[in-house]
């Protein structure tokens, strides 16, 4: 058997000035694809990526597209350079998610970005609505975690939003109670927490709003049958059968912790032997680190690593 290989994609969070632009300036397939995100988002969305500034980049609103271009960009080379062009299995975090599924073939380009433009305005406004925030925590299990959460809640809005690999969980909710989760986590074992530079509770009850207009915009795109790609959920760490599933999932996601963990556990388990980290940053690649170190792994941000694939 061929080594099964899964292409894995980044979520909000990783992106960085300058990413994409050496694909850009090099590879004509990156430069068609950006060119026509910046048709398809109704700005320059390349320039920013490029140029910044910095706190634009980083807004919810430009960030999801911006990180979407960029992986699907790199993508289009990687398919166009190497043999690499079917992997197994698709996988993305959060935002990535969108990204794996254009990439198995489920979605056209304009309406997988035309989603992520949507998804990033909606969240922003459920954000905007809502005094919401986001902890980072280090060195918790599941069930510690969830005991932390249980203690600072207080009757605010307070769950974990990421299991993103062992001795990582995101939590979201209230700032109060996001505060309280920075205060207490020594306590129960933690060895550190951080408040995250995000404008909401993403992956919260608090993110119902944005996921009602989401779901709305996905009733009116079109979403095929998986087929000969698979793609992993988010939201179960199950393989999608079905474009009502894909629909579903996209929207819970919203609302729902993400198992990045499992995911890549069940991926592991199912025979994947080769993982591809295909956009801007590292991240993926790090928690890889953290939840199977013997796991191949090679990153694909710049045209330098490209070159190594």
Known sequence: MDAKTAFIFPGQGAQVIGMGKDFYDAEPA????????????????????????????????????????????????????????????????SLGEYTAIYAAGVISFEDALGLVQLRGQ??????????????????????????????????QLLSCANFNCPGQIVMTGEVEACKRVVELAEEFGAIKAIELKVAGAFHSAMMAPAAEALKKAIAQRKIIEPDEIKIIANVDAEYYQSPEQVQA???????????????????????????????????LTGLMRRINRKTAIANVSSTTAMAKV
């Open 30 to 93: 990156a430069k068609q694809i950006f060119d026509w995100a910046n048709e398809i988002v109704g700005y320059d969305l390349a320039d920013i990526c490029f140029n910044g500034p910095e706190d634009k980049l980083n807004s919810t609103v430009i960030s999801q597209p911006a990180i979407f271009t960029v992986s699907a960009a790199i993508l289009e080379v990687l398919k166009e350079k190497t043999a690499l062009s079917q992997p197994a299995v698709t996988a993305g975090l």
């Open 122 to 155: 909606a969240m922003q406004a459920a954000a905007d609505t809502s005094k919401g925030s986001m902890v980072s925590v280090i060195g918790l299990d599941a069930e510690q975690a969830e005991k932390l959460c249980d203690k600072a809640r207080e009757n």
């Open 249 to 283: 999932g996209l929207v819970k996601q919203l609302t729902n912790p993400v198992l990045w963990q499992k995911c890549v556990e069940k991926l592991l388990a199912d025979g994947v032997e080769q993982f591809y980290e295909i956009g801007p940053g590292k991240v």
